[in-house]
């Protein structure tokens, strides 16, 4: 599957780490991901040689190309609300991942669309679990 990872950039690199695993997660499993990018250390200075035209055309590229998208939520991210907003209103299913006792934004809590799943996890492997369960659902 051709997948979007969608995590915080400009909001906090906190979940930095988890992010790092679930596109290693992906990969082993041989999926491709598009946005592998999210996950470098030194992203602002990579996106730094960007114009925002660009990267908002590139993301929105590879969300069009993409097959489902993962969005690790736990850290408010204006990016990841908008990415999750596009892929909604194109019918792309999405799942999105957060820790417990997080304040998760109502909007995406409230959010009854069948193409959008959330899901909490507390370790790596609920974590994996809940990623793998949600492919499996997409693929029938």
């Given at each position: 599957?051709?997948?979007?990872f969608?995590?915080?950039?400009?909001?906090?690199?906190?979940?930095?780490?988890?992010?790092?695993?679930?596109?290693?997660?992906?990969?082993?499993?041989?999926?491709?991901?598009?946005?592998?990018?999210?996950v470098?250390?030194?992203?602002f200075?990579?996106?730094?040689?960007?114009?925002?035209?660009?990267?908002?055309?590139?993301?929105?590229?590879m969300?069009?190309?993409?097959?489902?998208?993962?969005?690790?939520?736990?850290?408010?991210?204006?990016?990841?609300?908008?990415?999750?907003?596009?892929?909604?209103?194109?019918?792309?299913?999405?799942?999105?991942?957060?820790?417990?006792?997080?304040?998760?934004?109502?909007?995406?809590?409230?959010?009854?669309?069948?193409y959008?799943?959330?899901?909490e996890y507390?370790n790596?492997?609920?974590?994996?679990?809940r990623?793998?369960?949600?492919?499996?659902?997409?693929?029938?």
């Open positions: 599957m051709k997948i979007y969608s995590g915080s950039i400009a909001g906090g690199r906190k979940y930095l780490d988890i992010y790092k695993k679930i596109v290693a997660h992906l990969k082993q499993q041989g999926h491709e991901v598009l946005s592998e990018h999210i470098i250390d030194n992203i200075e990579f996106e730094n040689k960007l114009q925002p035209a660009e990267i908002f055309e590139r993301d929105i590229c969300l069009n190309e993409c097959d489902v998208v993962i969005a690790e939520v736990s850290n408010p991210s204006l990016g990841v609300g908008y990415e999750i907003c596009y892929a909604l209103e194109r019918q792309i299913p999405i799942l999105g991942l957060f820790q417990p006792d997080i304040f998760v934004s109502r909007m995406i809590l409230g959010n009854t669309s069948p959008l799943t959330l899901s507390n790596d492997k609920a974590l994996f679990e990623i793998e369960t949600f492919l499996q659902n997409c693929c029938r």
